[in-house]
């Protein structure tokens, strides 16, 4: 490759914080104890909140992580991940909206705290503590994406001898690139996974084949000339056979004959496969 990889990625960080709403109960931990002629037999997490008020933020949660991992590749230490530039606009409106929405239902379960508190008191019984619930629960929620430009070797300034610096420059080099070379790793990987899952369903004509594995073949095809950061050409290859995989899962069904060539063509690619 040419050029540095800094030119076509970023890094991008996904920071969300939300209240899990569990409380560790150390009498009711040591009743069960007792109860049992137990020692250190477990721990009673309680829910100080009714989980229903609080699954429509960790079902939003879920859905703004999957889309942060579908379109990044690993590469910090720190959660920060490599998001293609190509990929950068739908990525920030992607991300906009789950953050829009986020806030829409963190409010709704702020307008229903004091309610969801006064139910508690009578489902929880005796186990309810009033000093466990925050007072400015909002405070407990948030969601947040920074950005940061991929470092180079050249990013390291400092006053050292010449030999000391370019020996830390030749680390920091090695490890940049040991990084680089697991982010292309996790590209195959992903292709791997998704085209093995069609060829489980195709090669046996008494599987179910579900349209989700299509879909998600479909939506890997889509981006990945925007992973394929290092002009991968085995990766330029697959991306092309895998168009073949793009059969409706319909037909699939329908038709043995279609469903063979399909599982055929998802042969040929995981014998091209690197790290299978």
């Known amino acids: 490759m040419s050029t540095s990889i800094t030119d076509f990625a970023m890094l991008a960080a996904l920071n969300i914080r939300q209240w899990t709403a569990r409380k560790l109960d150390r009498s009711v931990t040591l009743e069960v104890d007792k109860a049992h002629g137990a020692k250190d037999g477990g721990r009673y997490n309680k829910l100080l ?3 229903s008020a609080l699954d429509p933020i960790d079902q939003l949660v879920g859905a703004a992580r999957q889309h942060h991992y579908k379109v990044t590749l690993g590469w910090g230490d720190n959660g920060e991940r490599l ?3 190509s990929l950068f606009m739908e990525y920030s409106d992607e991300m906009q909206k789950f953050n829009t929405e986020f806030d829409k239902r963190v409010n709704k379960l702020v307008a229903d705290y004091p309610d969801l508190i006064q139910a508690a008191r009578v489902r929880l019984g005796t186990m309810y503590d009033a000093t466990e619930y925050p007072a400015k629960i909002k405070d407990r929620f948030e969601f947040k994406v920074d950005f940061s430009p991929v470092a180079t070797a050249n990013d390291f300034r400092v006053k050292l001898s010449e030999g000391h610096i370019e020996s ?16 292309v790793k996790e590209v195959f990987e992903r292709a791997r996974k998704i085209v093995a899952k069609i060829q489980e369903q195709t090669s046996d004509t008494d599987r179910k084949i579900y349209d989700s594995s299509i879909e998600n073949a479909r939506e890997f095809v889509a981006i990945l000339p925007a992973l394929n950061l290092t002009g991968d050409p085995t990766l330029t290859q697959i991306e092309a056979d895998m168009r073949d995989l793009l059969v409706p899962a319909e037909d699939l069904r329908k038709n043995k004959r279609v469903r063979a060539d399909v599982a055929r063509a998802a042969d040929k690619i995981l014998a091209v496969l690197p790290w299978a």
Do not use: Y
């Open 49 to 51: 909140i009714d989980k």
């Open 83 to 85: 998001l293609p530039a």
């Open 168 to 183: 830390i420059k030749g680390d920091i080099t090695r490890r940049i690139q040991a990084r680089q070379d697991a982010a």
